[in-house]
């Protein structure tokens, strides 16, 4: 029983390679729409890819380049001409030709599993354990906020033997001190 399984056959080159460019150094608030519609002034857009982030803290945000081919070489050489240092928004845009990774690269680039490492493993935690956790650390932040808080309190609040009391002025000092000063007449002798 010789069965021998035939190995895939590779893929072509694209035959889109000398039609294809490359344009980066696109501003943010570009969107696809816009930019499709600039791209077909220069001819007839058979491909466009817009390229996203995928992952991280911009995720869904344009990676500011992307990829156009044409139908024509002619097309995609006068696009790459008229494009290629061209103002759109508040940046200057750079378009080239663009370039195949084969895809020996693609794949020498990751690296391999290593065989007989064991992942690490996270231990399972009971969702009822993980909200008693997370009720206790509550009741032990609300105990140190209110420890806190009378520490505070105490710490504003004058100790009664470092005080010095002075007694209060009566009204009629009050009203005196309220007064300019006034010269005392003397009586004559």
């Not at 590779?10 to 519609?37: A, M, Q, S």
């Not at 991280?56 to 995609?76: D, I, S």
């Not at 378009?95 to 693609?106: G, R, S, Y």
Request: aromatic share 6%; net charge positive.
């Amino acid at each position: 029983m010789d069965a021998r399984i035939p190995l895939p056959v590779e893929p072509l080159p694209h035959e889109t390679d000398d039609k294809r460019i490359w344009i980066g150094n696109l501003d943010n608030r570009l969107t696809e729409f816009h930019l499709v519609k600039v791209l077909k002034r220069y001819g007839n857009v058979k491909k466009f890819d817009f390229l996203f982030h995928k992952a991280g803290p911009l995720k869904g945000h344009p990676r500011g380049y992307c990829f156009v081919t044409y139908e024509t070489k002619p097309q995609a050489e006068h696009a790459l001409q008229c494009l290629h240092g061209k103002l759109m928004l508040s940046k200057t845009l750079v378009a080239k030709w663009a370039n195949n990774v084969p895809t020996e690269d693609l794949t020498a680039r990751r690296p391999a599993p290593l065989l007989g490492v064991k992942k690490e493993q996270k231990p399972v935690v009971n969702v009822n354990s993980q909200i008693s956790a997370i009720e206790a650390k509550l009741k032990a932040m609300e105990r140190d906020r209110d420890r806190d808080l009378d520490h505070c309190l105490l710490a504003t609040v004058p100790s009664l033997p470092s005080q010095v009391m002075m007694p209060k002025p009566s009204t009629a000092e009050c009203r005196s001190q309220a007064k300019p000063y006034r010269r005392h007449h003397r009586t004559s002798r």
